[in-house]
């Protein structure tokens, strides 16, 4: 029997095949395609059920299908396996587009919305009524056919290219790597990154140490290694990937940003990011843009002067100090910098970050804080050996929900950290149906006898992802389209952003930061050189992300290929500004920056949701440090008013309700070193 057919609980990954896709999703398709038309024609009187929970309902099994697949591509691909997903995207893209589109449906919702069962609905029926109306208007369903037909080419178009860009990133990342066979080049290079380096090596056959552009291998050399010509390589490989050859995404850019701005305009809207924002926090285009210009003129002067540091730094210690810092410089002498200023190596913490040890921590934390228990599955099939489950149980026995993780980097796999949605559960008529859902990274891999050991990001990307796993495993919400991470865009960060907090405070950290060797706890003095790091540059990290998120927004509301056809340059002239050093003219970050170009929306027109939700998380979190980071009276009001509320009510309204007030910017400038 094709495992693709019957959505399952126990996903059976290890009996899903490329060949299994293409028959699963045609018979999938016209089950879909027959309650469809059922429910177009059908009559008689509309209740809730019948009418918006039918409608959500009528996926469901192409729905679980299609995220299967999806994930697997994301995680182990191969070429059958993407050609598969490939010949069925377009065909279901068209069918999605569809169903919105469909007059009979429309005419039938129009109909219920009219009723009295309808004027009586209240909370969460009332919110779900009148999204699932707007979003049917959004998506044209008041077009004409002329409009719709043009609506459904964009959608399938978009669906295809920006699948193609994915995966040209994914290809053009794995195409490159430096073999170093002489020693002395590796100078500066920690111990944990040479050893990688050489098991990289040995894995392709080769002698020497082998370099990648995956985040750990990246991001060693860019920071630690002292031969300049080396990093250089390795940046200019890592800004310039998918723009030549097979791999070329230029193109894709620019279509992408065409369509999605033909869709805006084909549904009434101004440009591409009115249309998305119009149903999260910031509301349209002007309003996240005058938040990121809010955020940029409290940072300039901070900016300024942390960059004539680092340079009069460079010179004090440089020999060609007269050559002006290069992009490939920044973050290696801002490390010497940081050593020099806070006897700090970041190096030194990883023996006390060892992952499965951070993992346990992590668990206990949420355990204290929101009275669950995170209990390991074995022999659960999955797609690679390293994957773990787990399930999630309250504090009455009830199974709230399972997850995979899946924490080291491959070639088959994207590269980046996220969480994902399998099935969405929640308190049905009946009873209650566990969540499913999975957590991925590409962290510090063990090497040799020794274990994963992490650096602090890495441990504040583990948490971050599992934030997005509670927000979905903790969800109550009895419509499955309003529960869990489905919120506004700028409101879903909150829940993963404010675990970052914790991997800063003494009491939490003491859950799991032992040394992986000896078990000794973190040493004090490391720990308060640490704390006194934190800010270190926060204006330029600050700056990187006020970049991304200007130019996601100039590409979403202004841009145009007719008057600046060369889009590489365009954004590089837009992120300079915000930059250390001059940009390289043939820097090409946007040719890979998968969150906006990597499906038909995602992060596209919201980039700057990470820094609106950091403005919510930092102000939130005062509330766990005025009552104590273990507070389980806190942790259970942010459970029961954030996590198990999914978009039951307005975002706002929900932060209100667990502050008693709207957010306060203070909060993250305080955090980050940068208030007045």
Known sequence: MNPLLEIQFQVPFDQIKAEHVEPAIQQLLEEARKNQAEFSNSTGERTFENTLLAVEAMTEKLDWAMGVIRHLESVATYPELRAAYNAVQPEVSLFYTNIVLDPGIWRILKEYEATDNARQLKGVRARFLKKTMDAFRRSGADLDETGKKRLQEIEVELAQITTKYSENVLDSTNAFELVITDEKLLSGLPPSAIEAARESAKSKGLEGWRFTLQGPSYTAVLTYQDDRDTREKVYHAFVTRATSGSFD???????????????????????????????????????????????????????????ADLEAFRKQ???????????????????????????????????????????????DLVSRLFGIEV???????????????????????????????????????????????????????????????????????????????????????????????????????????????????????????????????????????????????????????????????????????????????????????????????????????????????????????????????????????????????????????????????????????????????????LYRLFMGRDPDVTALLRRAGLAA
């Open 249 to 307: 995404n230029r193109a894709l850019i620019v279509r992408i940003i065409e369509l999605r701005q033909a869709k805006a305009k084909l549904l009434g809207y101004r440009n591409f990011a009115d249309l998305v924002l119009e149903e999260r926090m910031a509301k349209n285009g002007e309003r996240a843009l005058e938040f990121v210009r809010e955020m940029h003129e409290k940072t300039t002067r901070f900016f300024h002067q942390e960059n």
């Open 375 to 653: 209990r390991e599955v074995k022999d659960v099939p999955s797609w690679d050996p390293a994957v773990c489950f787990y399930k999630i149980l309250d504090e009455d026995g009830t199974n709230l929900g399972s997850f995979y993780a899946d924490w080291f980097p491959r070639e088959n796999k994207r590269g980046g950290a996220w969480m994902d949605a399998l099935l969405t559960g929640g308190p049905r008529a009946e009873d209650f149906k566990p969540h499913l859902g999975l957590i991925c990274g590409n962290l510090t891999p063990p090497v040799g006898d020794k274990p994963s050991l992490l650096t602090h990001r890495e441990v504040e990307t583990v948490f971050h992802e599992f934030g997005h796993l509670l927000h979905h495993c903790l969800s109550k919400v009895e419509v499955r389209s309003l529960a869990g991470t489905n919120v506004a865009w700028d409101f879903v960060e909150l829940p993963s952003q404010i675990m970052e907090n914790w991997c800063w405070e003494r009491p939490s950290l003491d859950l799991f930061a032992r040394h992986y060797a000896t078990g000794e706890e973190l040493p004090d003095e490391l720990f308060e050189k640490m704390k006194r790091a934190k800010t270190f540059r926060a204006a330029n990290n600050q700056m990187r992300q006020l970049s991304f998120a200007t130019t996601d927004l100039a590409l979403h509301t202004v841009y145009s290929p007719a008057t600046d056809p060369d889009v590489l340059k365009y954004c590089r002239e837009l992120m300079q500004p915000f930059a250390v050093a001059p940009l390289p003219e043939d820097y090409a970050m946007i040719a890979s920056f998968t969150h906006l170009f990597a499906s038909p929306v995602a992060y596209a027109a919201g980039y700057y949701s990470y820094k609106w939700a950091e403005v919510l998380d930092a102000d939130a979190f005062t509330r766990f440090l005025e009552a104590g980071v273990f507070s389980r009276e806190t942790g259970l009001d942010f459970r029961n008013l954030i996590l198990a509320r999914g978009d039951s009510e307005d975002p706002a309204e």
């Open 317 to 363: 210690i440089s020999r060609d100090a007269g050559n002006g810092i290069q992009p490939w410089d920044v973050a290696y002498y801002a490390e010497k910098q940081r050593e020099a200023l806070y006897e700090f190596d970041e190096e030194a913490l990883r023996p006390y970050f060892e992952l499965d040890a951070v993992v346990a921590g992590m668990y």
